[in-house]
């Protein structure tokens, strides 16, 4: 939970600085830019750190079960964005780390350390980089707007505990927002109910 919550506000940010710089004139010597991409950089090596951890806690951990009521068709959906997810977020830095090399730029770690450079200099792969990593940005926008979409309509129309379960909530506050469509054993204390 607390992965997934501090990747989501990290991607975010990600997104913002990136959608941001873009905009920006790439005419002269532009200290503001410069500094934005750096900082960019230095992100996207810490989303990638944490992308790692994630996928190894995901090897020794099972996969958090999808609601019950949910068609077929709706839990393939949520796995594909999920495999989506990792994917992209595994591309990103990695294009992102590609392109740095390819200009001769070394990334620095929060200032403790640089990363190797993964290719030589190379203007045309460069330019080639650039356009890959704009286009897996869009992919990850689509794939986080189909997220949060998702989540909210989960919460606000369907009524279950899709979103409720991924908050530090205690599991009363939980079961109050579960799906009416999904039945629970009476609790410990509670008479049965005769279907007579």
């Not at 770690?109 to 190379?122: E, K, M, Q, S, W």
């Not at 997220?147 to 009363?172: E, F, S």
Request: proline fraction near 7%; charged fraction near 15%; charge should be positive.
């Amino acid at each position: 939970m607390a992965l997934h919550w501090l990747m989501a506000l990290l991607l975010s940010a990600l997104v913002a600085f990136g959608l941001y710089m873009t905009r920006l004139p790439d005419v002269g010597f532009d200290t503001w830019k410069i500094r934005l991409i750096l900082y960019h950089k230095q992100l996207g090596i810490v989303a990638l750190t944490l992308v790692a951890l994630r996928l190894l806690w995901r090897l020794g951990n099972i996969l958090p079960h999808l609601v019950e009521s949910l068609p077929d068709w709706q839990k393939v959906a949520a796995r594909f964005v999920h495999v989506c997810f990792y994917a992209l977020m595994l591309a990103l830095p990695m294009t992102g780390w590609l392109m740095s090399s390819a200009t001769g730029i070394p990334v620095s770690v929060l200032g403790l350390f640089t990363l190797p450079d993964l290719v030589p200099y190379d203007d045309r792969l460069f330019h080639t980089l650039v356009d890959v990593h704009r286009y897996l940005g869009y992919a990850l926008i689509v794939c986080m707007a189909a997220h949060i979409g998702a989540a909210l309509r989960h919460h606000l129309l369907l009524r279950d505990n899709t979103l409720t379960k991924m908050l530090p909530a205690p599991d009363a506050t939980r079961a109050v927002h579960r799906s009416p469509a999904v039945r629970t054993a009476p609790s410990a204390g509670e008479p049965s109910r005769s279907p007579h």
